[in-house]
């Protein structure tokens, strides 16, 4: 009964619209549900709209988002139903204080925490103040079919963040966003990422890893038969080099990569740099480490030179990097390469790689 009841509240919660945003509790037999343990009551179909001003969050206690599910197994949120998150006022002014009030932390859009084996199918969701989706702690999760919107100059807009969960799919749905269009943060393990469609935004991205010297772990992630076009970074990993853990058993498979900024790119010196744009020192000991990362099958075309990056630490060099029919087209292209090792025998530009810092063309 408690599955249910959470599922009769979404299914018509979202259809009451934006002017019962103030209100508290529905009676959801009030908007066509039967509850008579018979009757499926769990399509979505109405639409849901937070409020157009920081103010309209009662004392800004959002905790952190819109919507946020826990500890519920067997979800299924499947249904026509669009959420907007309204978030224009937020990528603004960001997170000023309100009016004679606390600051307003921006809040994203869609939480599930502990929903093993949640179904999110057919939704649309746009507009969000800050990331869309956020799955975390999750096993046996399946996300497909839906449509994340938000304009390319909104800050932090993820389309939809995955950490600490296992066994997840993520499959044939379209992503805009200001930001990554999937990101692939600690934790994750055994990942499926097929049949998407990324543009604007910053790609699909795996971190970042080892931020504030966390221990972070990604392992066994495909990436398969995706478009990517006209974003800032095409299939990306990057890494702190404050952190530990590792990045390993990643594949990347029949990408194209469509007037891309940063087609491919490691980068394990990423960091929040200081006033004079510079990455602290990292501690001696430690490291993201990357490896076994293959790219099969990639083409398209870079919105910049420098197509192919791979930026790897002298003390903790990749490894077992691996490009095989790889082409990515444009005026002047070339690979960096630093510190990383492999097989790069079939790459356009071609990428030539040792310890010692370097640059080809």
Known sequence: MGLLMVIL?????????PKTASANTFD????????DGDTDDTHLLGDISAPKTKEGWEG????????????????????????DGQGSIWWREGEKYKPNGPPCHCPSMLRFDKCDGLQLRGTRHINGPKSHISITHCDGADIGNIYISAPEHSPNTDGIDI??????????????SGDDCIAINGGTYDLN??????????????GSLGKNGAHSTVKQVLVQNCNITGTQNGL?????????????????????????????????HYCTK???????????????????????NIHGSSASKQAITINCAARWNCTEIVMNDVGITGEGVFAHC???????????????????VRTFK
């Open 9 to 17: 509240l979404i299914s018509f919660c979202v259809s009451l619209g």
């Open 28 to 35: 959801v037999t009030s908007y066509g549900a039967v509850g």
């Open 60 to 83: 800004c206690d959002t905790n952190g988002y819109l919507m946020h599910f826990t500890s519920v197994s067997g979800l299924v949120m499947d249904g026509s139903g669009q959420l």
């Open 163 to 176: 950490s600490w969960s296992s066994h997840v799919n993520i499959h044939d749905s379209a992503i805009e």
């Open 193 to 206: 990422v097929t049949g998407i469609t990324c543009g604007p935004g910053h790609g699909i991205s795996i």
């Open 236 to 268: 990306r990993i990057k890494t702190s080099p404050h952190g530990s853990g590792y990045a390993q058993s990643i594949v990347f498979e029949d990408i194209n990569l469509i007037n891309v900024k940063n087609p491919i790119l490691i980068d394990q």
């Open 274 to 296: 200081d006033k004079n744009y510079n990455c602290p020192a990292p501690p001696s000991a430690s490291a993201v480490k990357v490896s076994d990362v293959r790219y099969q």
């Open 338 to 356: 630093e510190n990383a090792s492999g097989d790069f025998g079939d790459t356009t530009p071609e990428v030539n790689c040792s310890p010692a």
